[in-house]
């Protein structure tokens, strides 16, 4: 079979950079530890009011300024109501999902993430200005979507 030198070229560079890709993955999942998130939590969504934390939604200190945020979601609304927090704080935020597909944007920051029922999402984010912060659902969860927000103080 004759194969012609430009051909021949051409597969020598693709061959190369087919090399390369498996390579590079390779150096970033055993030499660099990347892969994909792992630290599932998972939970029932029929009993989110009775498995602690989420039991009692609310602020728990952890730090000297860093907090975790057990909050639910629900149609149209969001557990705790309000989060009120010293400037500078940490915020770890935890929130899961009573019934249907929320969302949690806090704009203006790098928080928003979806909370799916049967999942708990988290993302955390410090809070340097002062101010009120609104928390949103961007995901249409019914009729009362547009309604469904709350709030974060910082002072
Ligand atoms: Cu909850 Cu839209």
Redesign the pocket.
């Known amino acids: 079979m004759q194969v012609h030198r430009y051909e021949k070229i051409w597969l020598a560079i693709g061959g190369a950079v087919l090399a390369l890709f498996i390579v590079l993955l390779a150096v970033n999942a055993f030499a660099m530890g990347m892969h994909p998130p792992s630290d599932m939590q998972m939970i029932d969504p029929q009993k989110v009011d009775q498995t602690p934390p989420f039991d009692k939604p609310g602020l728990k200190q952890i730090g000297e300024k860093e907090y975790d945020a057990f909050m639910t ?1 629900y ?2 609304s969001y557990a705790p109501a309000v989060i009120e927090v010293p400037v500078g704080s940490k915020v770890n935020f935890h929130v899961t999902s009573k019934d ?4 949690f944007e806090i704009p203006g920051t790098n928080i928003n993430f979806m ?1 799916e029922p049967g999942f708990v999402n988290s993302a955390s984010q410090v809070f340097d200005q002062p101010g009120e912060y609104l928390i949103l ?6 009729a ?3 309604l ?1 927000a709350t709030k974060i103080i910082v002072k």
């Open positions: 979601a149609a149209f249907v597909v929320h969302g909370v659902c961007n995901e249409y969860c019914g009362g979507h547009h469904m």
